[in-house]
């Protein structure tokens, strides 16, 4: 496994933090358990969510966090994409959202829509799989908190010819 | 009808490339067979019984006369000379060979098409009523609505690993001729008190194995919010639709087990926190979508044909397709023309790729050059003068394409059973053709009027079999076909589910059970009502009574 950062391959609006080393990674029992303890201290610190453990879950607590690592348990449960784009559209999270678990080189630009901005993937070659996947679509129908243009606002101002085929 | 600009190609031939790369890394075993199943699927192509199926959609059923020619040829040139039309108004090849996809979906880009999400747990095809735009009930055209939807579902980065596979269909007709409550999401357009537009918005939905009508969570969506709305109830969905059970996943399920009250307010509360972000599309947008659907340059007529009213008189067949295949268009002296793939003994929704040329042909000539597909596995030709409708069903005949029997017992729905399905447990095709071999008689036809009779072979419930007035479901007993039937089921604005009428049914014994039932309707029968009103007077018992009396 290899994690990728967004920012080795593609800009991208979310400020990751700076990380020297390992950031301890705590599960959610773990943090509920420690919360008084820990909240109000600076050490980097990060939580792990499994797929059923929704933003509300930290929704208070997100400041707090330099990482925050969502499980996709197999590619095929969809729910940490919205987790992802809560955290970062309503919940004001600004560090690094981490995909993590069967997190395949095809899903990887609609987890970067949906604001994740680090990737655990498979192989020596990730950090160009990532750089191929974010570049396969270049056009987007929809809003997203990344601020990217949507085709409605590209054509309102009349930039269409900017999507390359 | 809608054409691309620079984004919407862009789209579709990215996709393009990213398939024949992942096609490439298949054959050259990079991938396996099961990583690459994900990746075909979500360009809706599957591994059937004997070969691979490309299924190919057609937006809201809307087809240009270039594009059902493309479709045609790649007929010809990647299949064995016909295609398939479902019940989702979408297109399937069953014989294209995996190297050749890529090319295939290449020349589908070449004329604005894709297979983008026709399979997989994601927003599929939207769907709506094959008259949009013509009918003369009509409120407001849905396929503006359609076509955002379109826009908004394709690639949505946060919908496209759902629970479990989506559909979304609307109506801008009170009377709904697209089955929009079997559906995941139904959408009616409606007006407010003051006039304006919106939706009624149903939710919940759907066949299979546990079927259900959808429920209405908001009498009134004022149109302007439709995409943030539908990423409220997809978001709801996304995160608590269960995953544990894939015959438990689909919305439905979630809707009846929280109970439509709190799903609605669920929504509601989801839809307050971002019904204010950009998600909605502009005024303009709708207005630049809008403008790709304003009517075709009608020529003026006064009252009707004289010369169509007198070949009626004069031609008995072509009084009888008009009675059944000719619906009433919003314009004074225009009509709408039903082309039925349902002849007398052949797969229901099948055609040629001749027919397909030929159906281009009179689109050109009679029609604005613009065709439908319809859920019920038809086509229709939207825009065509009275004037012209004689030499127009005069063409379609000479092509096998002039059947009279659209929304009578011989038009039947049915989904491809196990002649070509790998989920099927019985053959639908084979039971399709003769039941329109046993009701041939047109006359007889006439004279039972309007009747459903649906088929799937299996409880998956593609034939939607759940909501014909006649249901016929395929079923594995210890290895022999068997077929359930179901009476009083209904699509339309009256949606229901049919209940079953007694045990399965052999095979060799189904036609004259049907046959039973039918005879049983005619005694009851009054005043000319159809089987549906005859059934919901008296209620099952008198089917079921004489459903297995000998012939």
């Given amino acids: 496994m290899t994690l990728v950062r967004d920012r080795e391959v593609i800009t991208s609006p979310w400020p990751t933090a700076e990380i020297d080393g390992e950031v301890p990674i705590l599960s959610l029992d773990d943090w509920n358990v420690r919360r008084d303890e820990l909240r109000g201290g600076n050490a980097p610190l990060g939580i792990r969510l499994a797929s059923d453990q929704g933003a509300d879950t930290v929704a208070d607590d997100v400041d707090r966090f330099s990482v925050i690592e969502l499980e996709f348990p197999t590619f095929k449960d969809g729910r940490a994409y919205s987790t992802a784009r809560l955290l970062r559209e309503r919940h004001g999270f600004r560090g690094e959202l981490r995909a993590v678990g069967n997190v395949l080189r095809d899903q990887l630009s609609f987890m970067h829509r949906c604001g994740f901005n680090a990737f655990e993937v498979d192989g020596e070659d990730a950090a160009d799989q990532l750089r191929l996947a974010l570049r396969e679509l270049g056009a987007w129908y929809q809003w997203t908190g990344d601020g990217r243009p949507t085709a409605a606002r590209l054509r309102r101002s009349g930039q269409t010819e900017r999507v390359q085929g | ?80 000379g016909y295609a398939h039309f479902t019940t989702r108004q979408n297109l399937q090849y069953n014989w294209p060979k995996l190297e050749d996809t890529p090319d295939l979906l290449a020349e589908l880009a070449s004329v604005e098409m894709h297979a983008i999400q026709t399979s997989g747990n994601c927003i599929r095809n939207v769907t709506t009523d094959q008259f949009a735009g013509v009918a003369a009930d009509e409120i407001d055209d849905p396929r503006v ?52 537009l919106g939706f009624e918005v149903v939710v919940g939905g759907g066949q299979g194995r546990t079927p259900m009508i959808g429920k209405t969570i908001r009498e009134f969506l004022p149109k302007a919010y439709l995409l943030s709305y539908l990423e409220a109830i997809m978001r709801v969905y996304n995160q608590y639709g269960r995953r544990d059970n894939m015959y438990k996943a689909r919305i439905k399920i979630l809707v009846h087990e929280i109970g439509a009250e709190k799903f609605a307010q669920e929504v509601e509360a989801e839809w307050e926190q971002i019904r204010h972000t950009a998600t909605d599309i502009p005024p303009e947008e709708e207005a ?62 099948d055609a040629t790729a001749d027919q397909m040329d030929a159906v281009a042909d009179l689109a050109e000539q009679f029609s604005f050059s613009e065709i439908r597909v319809t ?79 649906k088929i799937s072979g299996c409880i998956n419930a593609c034939g939607h079999h759940h909501v014909g007035h006649i249901g016929i479901l395929g ?68 089917f079921k009574e004489r459903l297995y009396d000998a012939g």
């Fill in chain 2, 375 to 453: 859920h019920e596995q038809n086509l229709v030709l939207p825009d065509v003068a009275e004037a012209d409708l004689y030499a127009l069903w005069q063409r379609l005949r000479d092509h096998g394409l002039a059947t009279p029997n659209i929304g009578l017992i011989s038009d039947i729905i049915a989904c491809p059973g196990l002649d070509y399905c790998a989920l099927a447990n019985a053959r639908s095709i084979p039971i399709a053709q003769q039941l329109s071999e046993r009701f041939s008689d047109l006359d007889r036809q006439h004279d039972l009027g309007e009747l459903r009779l």
């Fill in chain 2, 145 to 196: 609505y359609a076509e955002v939807i379109r826009q908004w579902s394709t690639f949505h980065p946060e919908f496209s690993f759902l629970p479990r596979k989506f559909k979304i269909a609307l109506t801008g007709a009170p009377h709904d001729r697209a089955a929009i409550k079997v559906h995941d999401i139904g959408l009616i357009v409606r007006r407010d008190d003051a006039g304006n």
């Fill in chain 2, 288 to 349: 630049r979508v809008r403008s790709f659907f304003s009517a075709p340059a009608y020529r003026r007529f006064d009252g009707t044909d004289a010369g169509f009213a007198a070949k009626k008189l004069e031609d008995r067949a072509f009084a009888l397709w008009v009675r059944t295949n000719v619906v009433a268009h919003k314009q004074p002296g225009y009509a709408i023309a039903n082309i039925s793939l349902k002849p007398v003994g052949k797969p229901p929704g």
């Fill in chain 2, 1 to 80: 009808m809608y054409r691309y600009d620079e984004i919407d190609q862009a789209v579709v031939d990215q996709r393009v490339a990213q398939f024949r790369d992942q096609v490439s890394r298949r054959l050259s075993g990079e991938l396996s067979e099961d990583e690459f199943k994900p990746l075909r699927l979500m360009n809706g192509l599957y591994l059937q019984l004997h070969a691979y199926m490309l299924r190919v959609a057609i937006p809201y059923g809307t087809l240009s006369a270039v594009q059902m020619r493309k479709l045609a040829d790649i007929a010809r040139r990647y299949d064995k």
């Fill in chain 2, 475 to 542: 079923v594995d007993r210890k290895g022999e076909e068997y077929y359930q039937i179901t009476l009083g089921g209904a699509a339309d604005e009256d949606a229901a589910v049919g209940e079953i009428v007694g045990p399965a049914v052999a095979s060799d014994e189904l036609t004259d059970a049907i046959e039973n039932i039918i005879t049983t309707y005619v005694g009851l029968r009054q005043n000319g009502e159809r089987f549906i009103d005859t059934y919901r007077r008296v209620g099952r018992a008198p």
